[in-house]
C-alpha cells in the first residue's frame, strides 16, 4: 500500500492543484494570489516528486 501512495503522490498532487484552480477560478477567487500561488506550488511538486520517483525506479 505504501508503494502504490508514493507511486501516485506526484499525479495526485498535480491533478490536486490543478483542481484547486480550477475551483478557485469557478468561484471567483482569481484576485486573491494567495490562492492562486498555493495551486502552483502544489503543481509544482507534484512534478518535481513525480519526476523524482521515475528517475529513482529506472535502471540505467
Do not use: C, P, W
Request: proline fraction near 0%.
Amino acid at each position: 500500500m505504501k508503494n502504490l501512495i508514493n507511486t501516485y503522490l506526484g499525479v495526485a498532487l498535480v491533478l490536486a492543484g490543478a483542481l484547486l484552480l480550477i475551483v478557485s477560478y469557478l468561484s471567483g477567487f482569481t484576485r486573491y494570489n494567495l490562492v492562486l500561488l498555493t495551486g502552483l506550488i502544489i503543481i509544482v511538486l507534484g512534478a518535481v516528486l513525480h519526476v523524482r520517483h521515475q528517475k529513482k525506479g529506472e535502471k540505467y
